[in-house]
């Protein structure tokens, strides 16, 4: 994620590196095998794509569209609370003055994506930046691990497994 501007100016000359190597490849296409040459490409395009994703993303940000972000888990946290202060043009200084800290704290905080806050920091944070949270789904996993059998195999597939895996010593015993 691009948190400041001076991250965005390093990603887009990335970038614009990354195309030139694009056309560099493409000019030296004769010179490689189908293989080497699909491998540059893919690889390519997929540094390519990510960069301008995230550059697309800060700037969005940056005009103040917070809707562009849609976290998926709480572990997002991190990334919820630079992107809203992104969205709201706020700078470090000012976000930091608001819940009196100095603004190096701030800086800290999200060079380390906020990993060593603690959580009443946290809500301070996502109070000082009028953050609203609603929780539309929670789920609490049992300490049992659970394994779902994918699609393509068939149950006839799984006994069979099983009957060897008994065979060898692995289910202790348990039925087939």
Known sequence: MIKNQKQAAVAKERLAELNQSFIELNSK??????????LGVNSLSYLIDEIKKEINEYDSLAKGDFHCFEPTELGDINKILIAARIAKRM???????????????IQR?????YESVNWTRIQEIAFALDLKFEFKRIEINS???????????????VRKA???LKSRGYLNGQAA
């Open 29 to 38: 296409q004769i010179e490689m095998s189908l293989a080497e040459y699909k």
């Open 91 to 105: 700078s470090h200084r000012e976000l930091a003055e608001l819940i009196g800290i100095q603004e190096q704290q």
């Open 109 to 113: 905080y999200e060079s380390s994506d």
């Open 143 to 157: 300490n049992k691990r659970q394994f779902k059998i994918p699609s393509n195999v068939s149950p006839e597939s």
């Open 162 to 164: 099983k009957i060897d």
